[in-house]
Structure formats: structure tokens, C-alpha cells
């Protein structure tokens, strides 16, 4: 028994991954509710995304040192995502360059920003920066036309990225803990972007 807790305490990480496990497993276990539609989210095909380069060079030693270490890798929306949420029909428009799920950079080895919490982080960005989803229809790219957006509240961002989490990858504890990160500490991404006041 003494060898087990030693071993625990030395993998403390791995440790508290594998109790989140089990924890894990048994609230999968017990719950009984049929969450494949949840929210009724639904897309056609996969984000098409590619990686923007993180730029050290030219920064400084330990200045791309920081970057390197604590830096978070952006993507850019190549070609316009179509999704629907309750049979509203919405997209996220080619060009738009978001960095994924929140998640603390000594857990990336665990939980990647654009892994099993990639669809949810997509659409959660988007709503974080424009405190709204784009309606999609035929002319929102047309410069002369005001684009239509479904107002959304950090709240109901928050919800909408949980629950779409939950019925893609169906881990509950995972998309729990991450909601409630999200309503402490989200308002900070939030107020950010409404400082900015960017608009679709």
C-alpha cells in the first residue's frame, strides 16, 4: 500500500487524471438521459482550419522563449462552417482565427484546445468576440447589408458550448468542469472583447 501512494504522489498528474476518470465513468454510468440532442446541434462537415504560425523569430531569446512556453497556437477558419443549433441555421465565416478550448498549457498534454472540445471552442469564440451568432443566409457577406446576429449573453455562450461538448464527445465531468472554469473565470476573455467592441 505504501508503494501505491508513493507512486501516486511521484505521478501526482497522472493520478488526478485517473481518479477524474473514474469519476468520469460513473456519472457516464448513472446518467440515464438520452443527450445525443441535447441542443440539437448538427454540421455537415468538419471545420476546415489551419494553423497560424506562432512567431518567435526575431522576438529575443527569452521573450520567444515565453511565447514558445505560455503562447497559445490560433487557427484560421479557411472555409465557411455551417452548423445549426435547435434547426437555426448559423456560420462561422472563412477568415475568422480563434485558439480553441481554454485549457491551462500544463494540461495540453492531457486536453488539446482543438481535441474532443474542438466544435463547442469554435462556436464558444465566435460568440465570446461577437456576443452573437451569425444568422447564415445568402447575403451576409454582402458589405451593404447589415449582417444578422442571434444576440448571446456569456451565459448563454457558456451553456451553448457545454451542451454541445456533451453531444459531441459525451463526457459529462470533462464539459461540467470546463463550464463552470468558464463562469469564473470567462468574464476576463469576455469583458476583453467588449473593450474592443468588434463587430461581425
Do not use: C
Request: charged letters at 20%; zero cysteines.
Amino acid at each position: 500500500m505504501e508503494l501505491l501512494i508513493a507512486l501516486a504522489m511521484k505521478f501526482w498528474q497522472w493520478s488526478i487524471l485517473i481518479t477524474l476518470i473514474i469519476i468520469g465513468f460513473i456519472v457516464n454510468l448513472l446518467d440515464k438521459k438520452d443527450n445525443t440532442n441535447r441542443i440539437g446541434f448538427k454540421y455537415t462537415e468538419f471545420p476546415h482550419m489551419k494553423p497560424i504560425p506562432i512567431k518567435t523569430k526575431g522576438k529575443g531569446f527569452w521573450k520567444g522563449i515565453l511565447m514558445w512556453l505560455l503562447g497559445t497556437r490560433q487557427w484560421e477558419i479557411v472555409k465557411d462552417f455551417n452548423y445549426s443549433v435547435g434547426g437555426s441555421q448559423y456560420v462561422i465565416p472563412a477568415g475568422f482565427k480563434f485558439d480553441g478550448a481554454s485549457i491551462p498549457k500544463f494540461l495540453h498534454t492531457f486536453l488539446s484546445p482543438v481535441g474532443v472540445l474542438l466544435m463547442g471552442g469554435l462556436v464558444h469564440d465566435y460568440m465570446y468576440k461577437y456576443e452573437a451568432q451569425l444568422i447564415n443566409n445568402k447575403n451576409y457577406m454582402d458589405p451593404n447589408l447589415k449582417n444578422e446576429g442571434v444576440p448571446v449573453t456569456q451565459k448563454k455562450a457558456d451553456q451553448i458550448f457545454r451542451d454541445i461538448n456533451i453531444e459531441i464527445n459525451g463526457f459529462f465531468l470533462m464539459n461540467y468542469l470546463a463550464y463552470w472554469s468558464l463562469r469564473l473565470g470567462g468574464f476576463m476573455a469576455w469583458n476583453k472583447h467588449r473593450k474592443v467592441n468588434a463587430k461581425i
